[in-house]
């Protein structure tokens, strides 16, 4: 079992900067790639950004490329998303999740059901 929980979330204005943490509890979190996912009112659940088990990777959606950045730390059991140049279109719910890297091939990172554990989400508010 893995336990997620975000924080970092808050109100920020147009071009400004936040900076998500996820923690994740147990021994293994080495051994998982971790995504960040949000969702807006009304919208589905996006992909934001996916980092894999060796940081060896990462990988964006179009719309964030050059202004986040994820990265984790290990020893630490926490991922973290670098948020700059932040956009109203950015306001949403942002979540981690988790998912064995055994499991995770192709671009199944991009997948909110490849993965099988998810934080409870925390609110980023990008005001105009």
């Known amino acids: 079992q893995v336990q997620l929980v975000e924080s970092g979330g808050g109100l920020v204005q147009t071009g400004g900067s936040l900076r998500l943490s996820c923690a994740a509890s147990g021994r293994t979190f080495s051994s998982y790639n971790m995504g960040w996912f949000r969702q807006a009112p009304g919208k589905e659940r996006e992909f934001v950004a996916a980092i894999r088990w060796s940081s060896s990777g990462t990988y964006y959606t179009d719309s964030v490329k050059g202004r986040f950045t994820i990265s984790r730390d290990n020893s630490k059991n926490t991922v973290y998303l670098q948020m700059n140049s932040l956009k109203p279109e950015d306001t949403a719910v942002y979540y981690c999740?988790?998912?064995?890297?055994?499991?995770?091939?192709?671009?199944?990172?991009?997948?909110?059901?490849?993965?099988?554990?998810w934080g409870q989400g925390t609110q980023v508010t990008v005001s105009s």
């Open positions: 999740a988790a998912r064995l890297a055994a499991y995770v091939t192709g671009t199944d990172y991009a997948t909110p059901t490849t993965y099988n554990y």
